[in-house]
């Protein structure tokens, strides 16, 4: 069994519903397991169960999620954990991807991309910040090497993050060269930045609406370390591919091909999974 399916939005997604997709969605998926027989499961969990932890987060990193999204997916993956205790053959693989892209993907990358093409983006602060990423197809070739391979019971824990890590400028610097376009040379700075997002902020507030930008969107991007190590499949020797600014140039190709052109699909879950 492959389990991807997660609740997971910056903005629109309540605290009942991350619960009902990602815990009890889990739930759900376990007991449908028990009653076909099937005892090996993979399940994508993510880098957000570390939380804001400071420096290179490693599977040996006390999770301490601050979201709803990083907490019900550390709940669903202690479901897994005692799930496979309570039968010694059971087998569990957990991958925790940092900020995934590429291809047909509408997420944060995508974001990026169109606003760069639009020309509604601009350097924020020194944009030194080191921005973990995890290229689609790389993170499919190191699932598909552990599994599903002759299972090994219990749990296996991996992060994953294709490396070496990109700061924010170099990350925004490989879409423009895709886009065929010169970076400017200039930034804007933090603070005056922040004062900019401010009144964004507040409308957000009293519209319950999504505007796009906001103070912590530009602290997510533009100033916060998010640097995961993938040192357990570094011990085993894997190695990606593709390498970063080659894999940002592949999905802006796509871009430029076909996914502007093409509506973002919805990504809010309904309210409760059975509507």
Do not use: C
Request: charged share 20%.
């Amino acid at each position: 069994m492959l389990h991807l399916a997660a609740a997971h939005h910056d903005f629109g997604i309540s605290a009942e519903t991350y619960h009902d997709v990602n815990v009890t969605g889990t739930e759900v998926v376990l007991r449908a397991m028990d009653e076909v027989g099937i005892g090996n499961i993979a399940f994508f969990s993510t880098a957000a169960v570390y939380g804001a932890t400071g420096g290179v987060r490693t599977e040996e990193t006390p999770p301490a999620p601050a979201t709803p999204y990083g907490s019900t997916k550390l709940a669903a993956e202690g479901l897994l954990s005692r799930w496979a205790a309570a039968e010694t053959s059971r087998a569990v693989l957990i991958i925790r991807p940092t900020v995934v892209f590429g291809p047909g993907n509408h997420a944060n990358m995508f974001t990026l991309i169109r606003q760069i093409d639009r020309g509604r983006f601009a350097f924020v602060g020194s944009g030194t910040n080191r921005k973990s990423l995890a290229y689609v197809g790389n993170l499919v070739e190191a699932l598909l090497q552990r599994w599903p391979m002759p299972a090994v019971p219990g749990v296996r824990l991996y992060n994953y993050a294709d490396l070496p890590d990109l700061t924010s400028r170099q990350i925004a610097e490989a879409v423009y060269s895709g886009l065929n376009r010169r970076a400017p040379g200039w930034q804007i700075p933090m603070p005056l930045a922040r004062s900019i997002a401010a009144p964004f902020d507040l409308l957000t507030t009293l519209t319950g609406r999504d505007l796009g930008l906001s103070s912590a969107r530009l602290a997510k991007f533009a100033a916060a370390e998010t640097r995961l190590a993938p040192a357990a499949m570094a011990a085993e020797g894997y190695v990606p591919r593709v390498p970063l600014r080659e894999a940002i140039a592949e999905m802006v190709e796509w871009y430029l091909k076909e996914g502007a052109a093409h509506p973002e699909p919805p990504r809010l879950p309904p309210a409760h999974p059975d509507k």
